[in-house]
């Protein structure tokens, strides 16, 4: 197309296509680009709309090129379900670059949300400044293909969005947490991990470790899955409406929502887990972290701990694991304990409860007269210190974006070695204790060679070293100190065999498993599923078929038990079993509550079908 559309753009915004009402200054709900051809071809349409919820951005480039706008669009595969988006690139020459860049600026405006009326002037002075994006990413996530996956879908596509980036390689376990804690949040736009869950779990962590997590912890925080369950990413994807799919789509599909950049309110889950068994210290106290996924206990955390041997199948590591987990089929002693929704009223913090009267009934008997829920019965700039944990930047490639810089700082105000100097516990004497930190253990700082794959993931916190807690972090105010009893009112315990528990918090367990179909990012519950000993294999291998399609919540069993809960204890009464947090070792009892919309996720915005 040679010269209109864009020689109209002199004017309000012709060519794209939305609804206004009659005041001319009402904002303009766009929704499309029409393209038309001025001669058109015989059998061919020669208007076409180019919805803008399928645009990632657009660029003029620069002279000697004729005077283009290019537009880069993702339109979603259609032929069969879950195939990758594609891109296609449409360039539309302009009389002039001063014409060319108006357009730019116009779809940049409808893109950024950037309020316009049908008199608005498109320029490049009514645009937000590009954003920026902290890119973490774990070349050993998955089957190790983050690194190129970046450079052939992620970073093309992200520049085409005109976000400009820091790119940078962690090194080891912990290295993520260790720079969140340090870098200087405002220069970021948001810190997105290219890896599995298993990142994002010490970015949240790490942003929870800062003096000032109450801030920290707002910066949204994306994913881009690289990983082999990639769970939060299966969240995200069927929050925007699309089909369930795996690796380069998902992939696509998420990479795409980030682009377009909407966020919403997370919940985070306060975990306190105990110090390992094999801990010298028997005074240690409890380790406190935070979750933003599952609690997992019995049988799959064993599988995904178990199948870590299988990493180089992917994604079907789990298949694996799981069917020879059922093959031979373990049960698992302890107590479980939880607090309905509807019986939440704060805090039993001061004076502890009368001894915890167990509940006897059976399961169903129990929990049907008990829980709200029904129970389904059927079944730097970086602003990086220099201590920058040991030797970040000089060793490991750093890339820029297009307009992003590596402006490293040298004041090291959160300096990390007196954090990290500490070997014992040290508990404020009060509150009013002139440290605002509180030391507690964090893995140690062994690092294996970043270049082999020695994966420190499941050897748990045996490997822990010191970190520091601010002291005013959320209360957990739902839930007595981890060694005293639970209070009798309002709490649901049940005590027995199990072949697992499983707490979670986003719609998937992986991202081809819909555990908890009724899960939303900010409903304030924890989805909790439990399996009595006394299942069928066959019975147990259909409740995970069914969790594929997110229908299991109606394969039919008496052992089977889905809840909604505030907050819950478990107690393992047995050494058998694994207990996992984000995929993390951790060991038990345990206790959770959760901390409604605490965080903020990169989802995508409303241009995609979103949900809720
Ligand atoms: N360079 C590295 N070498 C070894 N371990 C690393 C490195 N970078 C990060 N890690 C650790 O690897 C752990 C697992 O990473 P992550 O969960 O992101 O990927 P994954 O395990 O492949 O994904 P999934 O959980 O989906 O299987 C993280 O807890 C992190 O601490």
Same mark, same amino acid.
């Given at each position: 197309?040679?010269?209109?559309?864009?020689?109209?753009?002199?004017?309000?915004?012709?060519?794209?296509?939305?609804?206004?009402?009659?005041?001319?200054?009402?904002?303009?709900?766009?929704?499309?680009?029409?393209?038309?051809?001025? %001669?058109?071809?015989?059998?061919?349409?020669?208007?076409? #709309?180019?919805?803008?919820?399928?645009?990632?951005?657009?660029?003029?480039?620069?002279?000697?090129?004729?005077?283009?706008?290019?537009?880069?669009?993702?339109?979603?595969?259609?032929?069969?379900?879950?195939?990758?988006?594609?891109?296609?690139?449409?360039?539309?020459?302009?009389?002039?670059?001063?014409?060319?860049?108006?357009?730019?600026?116009?779809?940049?405006?409808?893109?950024?949300?950037?309020?316009?009326?049908?008199?608005?002037?498109?320029?490049?002075?009514?645009?937000?400044?590009?954003?920026r994006l902290l890119l973490l990413v774990?070349?050993?996530?998955?089957?190790?293909?983050?690194?190129?996956?970046?450079?052939?879908?992620?970073?093309?596509?992200?520049?085409?969005?005109?976000?400009s980036y820091n790119l940078i390689q962690t090194e080891?376990?912990?290295h993520a947490?260790e720079l969140i804690r340090e870098i200087s949040l405002p220069e970021w736009?948001?810190i =997105?991990?290219?890896?599995?869950?298993?990142?994002?779990?010490?970015?949240?962590?790490g942003?929870?470790?800062?003096?000032?997590?109450?801030?920290?912890?707002?910066?949204?925080?994306?994913?881009?899955?690289?990983?082999?369950?990639?769970?939060?990413?299966?969240?995200?994807?069927?929050?925007?409406?699309?089909?369930?799919?795996?690796?380069?789509?998902?992939?696509?599909?998420?990479?795409?929502?980030?682009?377009?950049?909407? =966020?919403?309110? #997370?919940?985070?889950?306060?975990?306190?887990?105990? *110090?390992?068994?094999?801990?010298?210290?028997?005074?240690?106290?409890?380790?406190?972290?935070?979750?933003?996924?599952?609690?997992?206990?019995?049988?799959?955390?064993?599988?995904?701990?178990?199948?870590?041997?299988?990493?180089?199948?992917?994604?079907?590591?789990?298949?694996?694991?799981?069917?020879?987990?059922?093959?031979?089929?373990?049960?698992?002693?302890?107590?479980?304990?939880?607090?309905?929704?509807?019986?939440?009223?704060?805090?039993?913090?001061?004076?502890?409860?009368?001894?915890?009267?167990?509940?006897?009934?059976?399961?169903?008997?129990?929990?049907?007269?008990?829980?709200?829920?029904?129970?389904?019965?059927?079944?730097s700039d970086m602003g990086i210190s220099e201590q920058r944990s040991l030797r970040l930047a000089a060793e490991e490639p750093v890339w820029s974006g297009?307009s992003s810089e590596s402006n490293e700082r040298e004041d090291g105000s959160l300096g990390g070695a007196?954090?990290?100097?500490?070997?014992?516990?040290?508990?404020?004497?009060?509150?009013?204790?002139? %440290?605002?930190?509180?030391?507690?253990?964090?893995?140690?700082?062994?690092?294996?060679?970043?270049?082999?794959?020695?994966?420190?993931?499941?050897?748990?916190?045996?490997?822990?070293?010191?970190?520091?807690? *601010?002291?005013?972090?959320?209360?957990?105010?739902?839930?007595?100190?981890?060694?005293?009893?639970?209070?009798?009112?309002?709490?649901?315990?049940?005590?027995?065999?199990?072949?697992?528990?499983?707490?979670?918090?986003?719609?998937?367990?992986?991202?081809?498993?819909?555990?908890?179909?009724?899960?939303?990012?900010?409903?304030?519950?924890?989805?909790?599923?439990?399996?009595?000993?006394?299942?069928?294999?066959?019975?147990?291998?259909?409740?995970?078929?069914?969790?594929?399609?997110?229908?299991?919540?109606? =394969?039919?069993?008496?052992?089977?038990?889905?809840?909604?809960?505030?907050?819950?204890?478990?107690?393992?009464?047995?050494?058998?079993?694994?207990?996992?947090?984000?995929?993390?070792?951790?060991?038990?009892?345990?206790?959770?509550?959760?901390?409604?919309?605490?965080?903020?996720?990169?989802?995508?915005?409303?241009?995609?079908?979103?949900?809720?």
């Amino acid at each position: 197309v040679s010269r209109p559309p864009l020689r109209a753009a002199a004017a309000a915004s012709p060519g794209f296509s939305g609804t206004h009402g009659s005041f001319p200054r009402k904002p303009l709900v766009v929704r499309g680009a029409h393209k038309q051809r001025l %001669s058109p071809r015989p059998g061919k349409e020669a208007r076409l #709309m180019l919805p803008l919820a399928e645009l990632v951005g657009c660029s003029c480039p620069r002279a000697p090129a004729p005077p283009l706008l290019v537009l880069y669009w993702y339109p979603p595969g259609k032929r069969r379900k879950g195939v990758s988006r594609r891109r296609q690139v449409r360039a539309f020459l302009a009389e002039s670059r001063a014409e060319a860049e108006r357009w730019a600026a116009a779809v940049q405006c409808l893109l950024r949300d950037v309020i316009v009326t049908s008199d608005t002037e498109f320029s490049r002075r009514l645009l937000p400044r590009p954003r920026r994006l902290l890119l973490l990413v774990n070349p050993f996530s998955g089957r190790g293909q983050a690194m190129q996956w970046c450079q052939t879908q992620i970073l093309p596509m992200i520049k085409e969005a005109n976000i400009s980036y820091n790119l940078i390689q962690t090194e080891r376990q912990n290295h993520a947490r260790e720079l969140i804690r340090e870098i200087s949040l405002p220069e970021w736009d948001g810190i =997105v991990i290219v890896s599995g869950d298993g990142l994002l779990h010490e970015v949240i962590n790490g942003l929870m470790e800062r003096p000032d997590w109450e801030q920290a912890i707002k910066i949204p925080v994306g994913i881009l899955p690289c990983g082999s369950g990639n769970a939060l990413a299966g969240s995200i994807n069927h929050n925007a409406g699309y089909d369930m799919c795996l690796r380069e789509s998902l992939l696509l599909n998420c990479c795409f929502l980030l682009c377009r950049g909407g =966020v919403r309110p #997370m919940d985070v889950v306060s975990v306190t887990t105990s *110090p390992p068994p094999s801990s010298n210290n028997h005074t240690a106290p409890p380790r406190r972290l935070f979750s933003f996924l599952s609690v997992a206990w019995g049988f799959v955390s064993d599988v995904d701990i178990e199948s870590e041997r299988y990493r180089g199948l992917g994604s079907a590591r789990f298949t694996l694991g799981t069917l020879v987990r059922i093959a031979s089929l373990r049960s698992y002693k302890g107590r479980l304990s939880f607090l309905p929704p509807t019986s939440c009223t704060s805090s039993p913090d001061a004076t502890p409860p009368p001894p915890r009267r167990t509940i006897s009934r059976s399961i169903t008997e129990g929990l049907e007269g008990l829980c709200h829920t029904p129970i389904h019965r059927t079944c730097s700039d970086m602003g990086i210190s220099e201590q920058r944990s040991l030797r970040l930047a000089a060793e490991e490639p750093v890339w820029s974006g297009t307009s992003s810089e590596s402006n490293e700082r040298e004041d090291g105000s959160l300096g990390g070695a007196e954090r990290r100097s500490p070997t014992s516990w040290t508990w404020p004497v009060s509150e009013r204790s002139p %440290s605002p930190l509180l030391f507690a253990t964090l893995p140690s700082p062994t690092s294996p060679s970043p270049w082999t794959k020695t994966r420190t993931r499941g050897q748990g916190p045996q490997r822990h070293r010191q970190f520091c807690l *601010p002291l005013n972090l959320p209360k957990d105010d739902l839930l007595p100190p981890l060694d005293q009893p639970l209070p009798t009112r309002d709490w649901v315990t049940i005590e027995g065999d199990f072949v697992l528990v499983l707490a979670l918090y986003q719609s998937h367990l992986g991202a081809d498993l819909f555990a908890a179909p009724q899960a939303r990012f900010d409903d304030g519950l924890i989805h909790l599923t439990f399996v009595r000993a006394g299942i069928s294999r066959a019975t147990l291998l259909r409740l995970f078929f069914a969790m594929e399609r997110g229908t299991h919540h109606s =394969v039919s069993s008496p052992y089977v038990s889905h809840v909604t809960c505030k907050a819950f204890r478990l107690q393992p009464l047995s050494t058998r079993g694994t207990l996992t947090v984000d995929g993390e070792l951790v060991y038990g009892p345990l206790q959770a509550q959760v901390h409604p919309s605490l965080a903020r996720l990169i989802v995508g915005d409303s241009g995609s079908k979103g949900r809720g």
